[in-house]
């Protein structure tokens, strides 16, 4: 059975960092690509960062230069690195593991960026 895991959430202050990680289970990452998903209140989920099981990142525009994801798959387990946190990254937080037709989804970790 796949379990993804994600953990590191929180609330933080505009200009904070935090690091979220998604332990997996069941599965090798190493064979996977890896990505972050957000969700805000009333909007929809978006591609926050990605790797493919070769090393190559890709981000969105909204987040480039502040985050970086990551992976180690030794431990199994997938990094994201939130430098700069500003108040609009506020949201639910998802892993996605995808290899051709197949997509595993965690449960999501809320970060919340609030003074």
């Known amino acids: 059975q796949v379990q993804l895991v994600e953990s590191g959430g929180g609330l933080v202050q505009p200009g904070g960092s935090l690091r979220l990680s998604c332990a997996a289970s069941?599965?090798?990452?190493?064979?996977?690509?890896m990505g972050w998903y957000r969700q805000a209140p009333g909007k929809q989920r978006e591609l926050v960062a990605a790797?493919?099981?070769?090393?190559?990142?890709n981000y969105a525009d909204s987040v480039k230069g502040r985050f970086s994801i990551s992976r180690d798959n030794a431990k199994n387990t997938v990094y994201l690195q939130m430098n700069g946190l500003k108040p609009e990254d506020t949201a639910v937080y998802y892993c996605?593991?995808?290899?051709?037709?197949?997509?595993?989804w965690g449960q999501g970790t809320q970060v919340t960026v609030s003074s």
């Open positions: 996605h593991a995808n290899r051709f037709t197949r997509g595993y």
């Open positions: 069941g599965m090798s990452i190493s064979m996977y690509a």
């Open positions: 790797i493919a099981s070769g090393g190559a990142t």
